[in-house]
Protein backbone atom coordinates (compact mmCIF):
# COMPACT_ATOMS: atom_id res chain seq x y z
CA UNK A 1 0.00 0.00 0.00
CA UNK A 2 1.30 3.64 -0.45
CA UNK A 3 0.77 5.17 2.54
CA UNK A 4 2.46 2.29 4.18
CA UNK A 5 5.24 2.48 1.67
CA UNK A 6 5.84 6.08 2.83
CA UNK A 7 5.40 5.65 6.41
CA UNK A 8 8.27 2.81 6.40
CA UNK A 9 11.02 5.39 4.44
CA UNK A 10 9.75 8.47 6.97
CA UNK A 11 10.29 5.51 9.98
CA UNK A 12 13.71 4.28 8.22
CA UNK A 13 14.72 8.05 7.40
CA UNK A 14 14.14 9.49 11.03
CA UNK A 15 16.06 6.65 12.01
CA UNK A 16 19.44 6.71 9.94
CA UNK A 17 18.98 10.41 10.71
CA UNK A 18 19.79 9.33 14.32
CA UNK A 19 22.18 7.25 13.78
CA UNK A 20 24.65 10.32 12.35
CA UNK A 21 22.59 13.04 14.86
CA UNK A 22 25.78 15.01 15.21
CA UNK A 23 26.29 15.82 11.28
CA UNK A 24 22.43 16.74 11.00
CA UNK A 25 23.64 19.67 14.35
CA UNK A 26 27.12 20.31 13.01
CA UNK A 27 25.18 21.37 9.23
CA UNK A 28 22.10 23.22 11.04
CA UNK A 29 24.89 25.44 12.45
CA UNK A 30 26.57 26.06 8.86
CA UNK A 31 29.27 24.31 9.94
CA UNK A 32 28.85 20.85 8.19
CA UNK A 33 29.30 21.70 4.65
CA UNK A 34 32.79 23.81 4.78
CA UNK A 35 34.34 20.73 6.30
CA UNK A 36 32.97 18.10 4.57
CA UNK A 37 33.56 20.16 1.36
CA UNK A 38 37.28 20.61 2.34
CA UNK A 39 37.90 17.45 4.13
CA UNK A 40 35.07 14.57 4.74
CA UNK A 41 34.35 14.41 0.74
CA UNK A 42 37.88 14.52 -0.87
CA UNK A 43 38.53 12.00 1.85
CA UNK A 44 35.69 9.28 1.19
CA UNK A 45 36.12 10.75 -2.65
CA UNK A 46 39.61 9.25 -2.97
CA UNK A 47 39.27 5.86 -1.08
CA UNK A 48 35.72 5.13 -2.70
CA UNK A 49 37.27 6.12 -6.48
CA UNK A 50 39.84 3.55 -6.02
CA UNK A 51 37.08 0.61 -5.42
CA UNK A 52 35.02 2.36 -8.02
CA UNK A 53 37.08 2.57 -10.57
CA UNK A 54 38.36 -1.08 -10.54
CA UNK A 55 34.53 -2.19 -10.82
CA UNK A 56 33.72 0.83 -13.67
CA UNK A 57 36.70 -0.07 -15.47
CA UNK A 58 35.60 -2.15 -18.64
CA UNK A 59 32.44 0.15 -18.77
CA UNK A 60 34.87 3.69 -19.12
CA UNK A 61 37.47 1.37 -21.82
CA UNK A 62 34.04 0.92 -23.59
CA UNK A 63 32.73 4.51 -23.33
CA UNK A 64 35.60 6.23 -24.47
CA UNK A 65 36.69 4.06 -27.16
CA UNK A 66 35.75 6.11 -29.92
CA UNK A 67 36.96 9.23 -28.19
CA UNK A 68 39.74 9.42 -31.66
CA UNK A 69 36.26 9.25 -33.55
CA UNK A 70 35.76 13.02 -32.43
CA UNK A 71 39.29 15.06 -33.52
CA UNK A 72 38.76 17.98 -35.18
CA UNK A 73 39.86 18.30 -38.92
CA UNK A 74 43.52 19.41 -37.64
CA UNK A 75 43.78 16.03 -35.98
CA UNK A 76 43.78 17.83 -32.51
CA UNK A 77 41.42 16.28 -29.61
CA UNK A 78 40.88 19.53 -27.60
CA UNK A 79 38.70 17.84 -24.49
CA UNK A 80 37.04 19.69 -21.26
CA UNK A 81 35.98 17.76 -18.40
CA UNK A 82 33.80 18.89 -15.96
CA UNK A 83 33.66 17.89 -12.62
CA UNK A 84 37.57 16.62 -12.81
CA UNK A 85 37.90 15.66 -9.10
CA UNK A 86 40.72 13.04 -8.60
CA UNK A 87 41.43 12.87 -12.86
CA UNK A 88 40.06 9.24 -12.84
CA UNK A 89 39.14 9.42 -16.44
CA UNK A 90 42.67 10.68 -17.28
CA UNK A 91 43.90 7.39 -18.18
CA UNK A 92 41.38 6.32 -21.11
CA UNK A 93 42.49 9.61 -23.08
CA UNK A 94 43.83 8.61 -25.88
CA UNK A 95 47.23 10.10 -26.58
CA UNK A 96 47.98 13.57 -27.23
CA UNK A 97 44.54 14.72 -25.95
CA UNK A 98 44.17 18.30 -25.09
CA UNK A 99 42.55 18.60 -21.48
CA UNK A 100 40.83 21.56 -19.85
CA UNK A 101 40.04 20.56 -16.57
CA UNK A 102 37.21 22.20 -14.16
CA UNK A 103 36.04 21.55 -11.06
CA UNK A 104 34.24 23.29 -7.89
CA UNK A 105 36.50 22.00 -5.58
CA UNK A 106 39.76 23.18 -4.95
CA UNK A 107 40.55 20.66 -2.25
CA UNK A 108 40.70 17.77 -5.29
CA UNK A 109 43.51 19.85 -6.68
CA UNK A 110 46.58 17.74 -5.08
CA UNK A 111 45.65 14.34 -5.61
CA UNK A 112 44.59 15.53 -9.29
CA UNK A 113 48.39 16.90 -9.53
CA UNK A 114 49.62 13.57 -8.84
CA UNK A 115 47.13 12.16 -11.52
CA UNK A 116 48.60 14.24 -14.14
CA UNK A 117 52.07 13.00 -13.56
CA UNK A 118 50.78 9.42 -13.89
CA UNK A 119 49.59 10.32 -17.30
CA UNK A 120 51.61 12.12 -19.41
CA UNK A 121 49.68 10.43 -22.56
CA UNK A 122 48.11 13.35 -22.88
CA UNK A 123 48.53 17.22 -21.98
CA UNK A 124 46.76 19.13 -19.81
CA UNK A 125 45.88 23.01 -21.15
CA UNK A 126 44.49 24.46 -17.60
CA UNK A 127 42.62 23.97 -14.57
CA UNK A 128 39.26 26.04 -14.17
CA UNK A 129 37.62 26.71 -10.69
CA UNK A 130 34.22 26.77 -11.87
CA UNK A 131 30.98 25.24 -11.74
CA UNK A 132 29.75 23.67 -14.75
CA UNK A 133 26.89 25.44 -14.87
CA UNK A 134 29.31 28.82 -15.44
CA UNK A 135 31.93 27.90 -17.87
CA UNK A 136 32.25 31.34 -19.40
CA UNK A 137 36.03 31.26 -19.39
CA UNK A 138 35.53 28.46 -22.23
CA UNK A 139 34.86 29.89 -25.86
CA UNK A 140 31.84 28.58 -27.52
CA UNK A 141 32.78 25.60 -30.68
CA UNK A 142 36.12 25.63 -28.64
CA UNK A 143 36.05 21.89 -27.34
CA UNK A 144 35.60 18.30 -29.65
CA UNK A 145 34.94 16.64 -26.93
CA UNK A 146 32.81 16.97 -23.02
CA UNK A 147 33.16 14.68 -20.38
CA UNK A 148 31.36 14.73 -17.27
CA UNK A 149 30.97 11.24 -15.00
CA UNK A 150 29.52 11.44 -11.71
CA UNK A 151 28.85 15.24 -11.61
CA UNK A 152 25.00 15.49 -12.69
CA UNK A 153 23.57 13.92 -9.47
CA UNK A 154 25.27 16.93 -7.22
CA UNK A 155 24.14 19.31 -9.66
CA UNK A 156 21.10 21.73 -8.56
CA UNK A 157 20.15 22.00 -12.21
CA UNK A 158 20.97 19.83 -14.62
CA UNK A 159 19.72 21.53 -17.88
CA UNK A 160 21.93 24.27 -17.06
CA UNK A 161 25.10 22.12 -17.43
CA UNK A 162 24.11 20.28 -20.05
CA UNK A 163 23.43 23.76 -22.00
CA UNK A 164 27.02 25.11 -21.16
CA UNK A 165 28.41 21.85 -22.40
CA UNK A 166 26.12 22.53 -26.00
CA UNK A 167 27.79 25.89 -25.99
CA UNK A 168 31.73 25.04 -25.86
CA UNK A 169 31.14 21.66 -28.05
CA UNK A 170 31.52 22.56 -31.95
CA UNK A 171 29.56 21.09 -34.36
CA UNK A 172 29.70 17.45 -34.29
CA UNK A 173 31.04 17.21 -31.03
CA UNK A 174 30.09 14.49 -28.33
CA UNK A 175 29.44 14.71 -24.75
CA UNK A 176 30.42 11.53 -22.60
CA UNK A 177 28.57 10.97 -19.09
CA UNK A 178 28.29 8.15 -16.86
CA UNK A 179 25.88 8.76 -13.87
CA UNK A 180 24.36 7.07 -11.19
CA UNK A 181 20.63 7.62 -11.22
CA UNK A 182 17.19 6.37 -9.51
CA UNK A 183 16.45 3.04 -9.81
CA UNK A 184 13.13 1.67 -11.65
CA UNK A 185 10.39 2.92 -9.27
CA UNK A 186 8.64 -0.37 -8.19
CA UNK A 187 11.87 -1.74 -7.13
CA UNK A 188 13.24 -1.72 -3.72
CA UNK A 189 16.33 -0.80 -4.81
CA UNK A 190 14.14 2.64 -5.11
CA UNK A 191 12.61 2.42 -1.66
CA UNK A 192 16.41 2.44 -0.59
CA UNK A 193 17.43 4.76 -2.26
CA UNK A 194 14.14 7.16 -1.13
CA UNK A 195 15.59 5.94 2.39
CA UNK A 196 19.15 7.06 2.14
CA UNK A 197 18.33 10.11 -0.09
CA UNK A 198 18.20 12.79 2.44
CA UNK A 199 21.21 11.61 4.50
CA UNK A 200 23.38 10.78 1.71
CA UNK A 201 22.82 13.79 0.33
CA UNK A 202 24.21 15.73 3.25
CA UNK A 203 26.73 13.39 3.95
CA UNK A 204 28.51 13.35 0.22
CA UNK A 205 28.05 16.95 -0.79
CA UNK A 206 24.90 17.38 -2.00
CA UNK A 207 25.16 13.89 -4.02
CA UNK A 208 20.96 12.90 -5.09
CA UNK A 209 20.17 9.05 -5.24
CA UNK A 210 16.75 9.60 -7.05
CA UNK A 211 17.74 11.86 -9.92
CA UNK A 212 16.27 10.91 -13.35
CA UNK A 213 19.25 12.46 -15.65
CA UNK A 214 17.98 10.47 -18.49
CA UNK A 215 15.02 12.56 -19.30
CA UNK A 216 17.63 15.58 -19.05
CA UNK A 217 19.67 14.49 -21.71
CA UNK A 218 16.93 13.37 -23.85
CA UNK A 219 15.16 17.02 -23.41
CA UNK A 220 18.41 18.44 -24.04
CA UNK A 221 19.43 19.98 -27.84
CA UNK A 222 21.48 17.20 -29.04
CA UNK A 223 21.23 15.86 -32.64
CA UNK A 224 22.30 12.30 -31.73
CA UNK A 225 22.23 10.72 -28.21
CA UNK A 226 23.15 7.07 -27.56
CA UNK A 227 22.34 6.01 -23.59
CA UNK A 228 22.35 2.82 -22.20
CA UNK A 229 20.96 1.85 -18.79
CA UNK A 230 23.41 -0.14 -16.83
CA UNK A 231 24.68 -1.28 -13.12
CA UNK A 232 28.47 -0.97 -11.41
CA UNK A 233 28.94 -3.74 -9.24
CA UNK A 234 28.58 -1.60 -5.82
CA UNK A 235 26.89 -4.02 -3.62
CA UNK A 236 25.04 -2.95 -0.27
CA UNK A 237 24.72 0.69 -2.13
CA UNK A 238 21.78 2.76 -2.84
CA UNK A 239 24.43 3.81 -5.83
CA UNK A 240 24.26 0.26 -8.26
CA UNK A 241 21.70 1.73 -11.39
CA UNK A 242 24.35 4.06 -14.00
CA UNK A 243 23.31 5.68 -17.31
CA UNK A 244 26.26 5.43 -19.73
CA UNK A 245 26.91 7.09 -23.43
CA UNK A 246 27.49 10.12 -25.22
CA UNK A 247 25.77 12.20 -27.19
CA UNK A 248 26.41 14.74 -30.36
CA UNK A 249 25.92 18.02 -31.12
Known amino acids: MPGMKEASILLLRA ?50 RNLPDFRSGSGDLKLLEIGTGFGANFQFYPPGCKVTCTDVNPSFQQNLLRSMAKNQHISYERFLLAPGEDLHQVPSGS ?27 RPGGAFYFLEHVAAERSSWKHFWQQVWYPTWKLLFDGCCLTKETWKALEEANFSELHLQHTTVALPWTPTQPHIIGYAVK
Open 15 to 64: GIALLVLPIHILALVGLWQPFCRRVFFPFFFNRFSASYERKAKGQKQELF
Open 143 to 169: MDAVVCTLVLCSVHKQSSILKEALRVL
